[in-house]
């Protein structure tokens, strides 16, 4: 049987839960969904997204690829999060271009949080205890998936989605991608380009050395997270804080989800 696995990552989490995941299934292949090959697609037995949940939902990239997918017998999608999962799998089928098999499982996968601005990264014992938890859901998911049965973890109930704070982030996701307009490089900036080359989408150029976000922006707190010298900066709380990349992924990898 043949698993194919798309993720997106932009702190390396997903990217670790698609290999985590793959290596349970065995006889897979992981593909970024930055630089998808659709190549057998329709033959596959199943077809699995990887993605981070961003308020509530998902990435603007991710949707958009969801859009771009034939329809499929076998469909699940992984929300990696940091507790909480919100509307990610009904914003998901909504994006499905087909909708006559539509989505037919749903995974939390819960790990440590990127999201700067609501607390500085998880560190030691905390970090892997969360990611050794994450690992063994992955294995109790493999099993689902390779019985190709119908499951969905629990999305929030009417209040929490609905509300507080369902109607924050839908109203924050219509304006996600100009929400870069709180990033800045500090003094400590080198100009090294890392930022640059994390950008999945080419957000951040750098014309006179620093860099300079262009309202495109994911809010995959790729750039904060990945600077070398934590010269990025988001609004006033970031500096010194902590910062996360997952320990299990390099920098390159997530370069080169682009190539």
Not at 94 to 114: A, C, D, E, R
Not at 194 to 220: L, S, Y
Request: glycine residues 8%.
């Amino acid at each position: 049987m043949k698993h194919k696995i798309f993720y997106f990552t932009g702190t390396g989490n997903s990217l670790w839960a698609a290999r985590v995941l793959g290596s349970s299934l065995q006889d897979s292949e992981i593909i970024p969904i930055l630089n998808p090959s659709m190549e057998g697609l329709k033959d596959s037995e199943t077809v699995g997204v990887v993605f981070p949940v961003y308020m509530h939902r998902i990435p603007y990239l991710v949707a958009d690829f969801l859009k771009t997918l034939p329809e499929l017998d076998y469909l699940y999608a992984v929300a990696v999060n940091a507790g909480d999962t919100g509307q990610a799998f009904s914003y998901f089928n909504k994006q499905l271009s087909t909708t006559l098999n539509g989505l037919k499982t749903g995974f939390s996968i819960v790990t440590p949080s990127n999201y700067l601005p609501f607390g500085e990264a998880v560190t030691g014992e905390k970090r892997e205890r969360l990611l050794n938890t994450a690992k063994a859901k992955l294995g109790r998911v493999s099993k689902i998936i390779r019985e190709r049965k119908s499951f969905f973890d629990r999305e929030d109930g009417f209040f929490k989605k609905n509300i507080v704070p369902g109607m924050l982030y839908s109203a924050g996701y219509k304006f996600l991608k100009s929400l870069d307009k709180k990033f800045y490089a500090d003094d400590s900036c080198t100009s090294c380009g890392i930022c640059e080359k994390v950008c999945p989408v080419g957000n951040i150029t750098r014309p006179e050395g620093r860099p300079v976000w262009h309202n495109n922006c994911q809010m995959c707190f790729a750039c904060i997270n990945l600077c070398p010298e934590s010269s990025i900066q988001y609004g006033k709380k970031t500096p010194g804080m902590k910062r996360y990349r997952n320990p299990e992924v390099s920098v390159d990898d997530i370069i080169n989800q682009r190539n």
